[in-house]
């Protein structure tokens, strides 16, 4: 009898027990899609990890005024069977099409591309959004990918800082260089200054920075009829491999720690203009990140992901 109760109980474990996989991380995109070409690849990664369960993709917020760079997101988000992914925009829009930066290629993809988001002025304020996803989401649970601007995050610290506490797990974001900016600062940290010297200096969760000395460079293997490999044409040129930030907080924010190291033991602080420094010891939870894996691998790892559905 005892035996069979302990066959019972076994059998009821093993069926009882899955396969342990991590749960999908739940993540918002903040992204200056519109400035550089590193976006389009960025959140082309998130739809991929989306759709395998590695991460839960709650919405994309854009962070640049102009029309295009909702559309341009919504385009991505089309190509890759996610059209209902919720897209907040900065507000207000005004009107530009992007053409104030290098690569034109935002209002190019919205012409090429299914999507029905027609622009901007049509999304929903990144804000009211913020706070929209966060509270339907469990205590300490989002991770936050920022690949542009503060603008968005200071909007919502100024609104509701009790909910950033409660709600997310932590904020990763592309900016600065480490330990200390150079002859400039980095491109994202002097977009707007004073929303990142709010963000860095008051953010109330783990922050973890990938600086602009982190990098890959690839895109010549990526060739099919998608909006990354039409990004890449108009950015880079056909066959040509262009240097790229976004994707690798993106692919840290999702796989943690696996190609990375966090160094610790300080803390970021905002200077003049956007400029940073890494001063010591810690006078607040953050993390700067230096790559374990060389980087033409990880450069091949991220692109393989982007060949595999280009
Ligand atoms: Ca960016």
């Known amino acids: 009898m005892l035996s069979i109760l302990s066959a019972v109980a076994v059998a009821v474990t093993l069926v009882v027990v899955p396969a342990t996989r991590p749960a999908p991380v739940p993540l918002i995109i903040d992204t200056d899609i519109c400035a550089a070409v590193d976006d389009v690849p960025a959140l082309a990664m998130a739809n991929l990890m ?18 295009a760079g909702a559309a341009a997101v919504d385009v991505v988000n089309t190509h ?5 992914i919720p897209i907040g925009a900065l507000k207000p829009t005004d009107g530009s099409t992007c053409e104030q930066f290098a690569h034109n290629y935002a209002p190019e993809l919205g012409k090429k591309f299914p999507h029905d988001l027609r622009g901007g002025s049509a999304a929903p304020d990144a804000t009211a959004l913020y706070r929209e996803l966060l509270a339907a989401q469990p205590d300490r649970s989002v991770v936050v990918v920022s690949l542009g601007s503060t603008t968005n995050l200071r909007n919502l610290l100024d609104a509701d800082a009790n ?20 002859t400039e600062p980095e491109f994202n940290f002097a977009l707007d200054p004073a929303a990142t010297t ?11 920075f990938s600086g602009g000395e982190l990098s890959v460079s690839f895109g010549k293997r990526i060739a099919g009829a998608g909006p990354v ?24 924010a ?3 720690g696996e190609h990375f190291t966090e160094v610790r033991g ?24 230096t790559l374990v894996t060389g ?11 982007l060949v595999s559905a280009a």
């Open 295 to 305: 980087t033409p691998d990880m450069a091949r790892i991220i692109e393989d992901m």
């Open 254 to 256: 999702v796989h943690g």
């Open 50 to 67: 989306h759709s395998r369960g590695e991460a839960k993709l709650l919405g994309v917020m854009v962070d640049t005024r102009g029309e």
């Open 163 to 182: 909910l950033v506490r409660r709600k997310v797990s932590r904020l990763v974001v592309m900016g600065g260089q480490y330990p200390r900016s150079t």
């Open 80 to 84: 890759y069977k996610h059209p209902d």
């Open 229 to 252: 490999t039409e990004t890449f044409r108009i950015g880079f040129g056909a066959g040509v491999d262009g240097e790229l930030w976004d994707v690798l907080p993106l692919y840290y």
């Open 266 to 289: 300080g803390s970021n602080r905002i200077g003049a203009g956007g400029a940073n420094e890494w001063v010591s010891p810690a006078t607040r939870d953050h993390a700067y990140l």
């Open 198 to 208: 709010r963000v860095v200096h008051d953010w109330p969760t783990p922050v973890v």
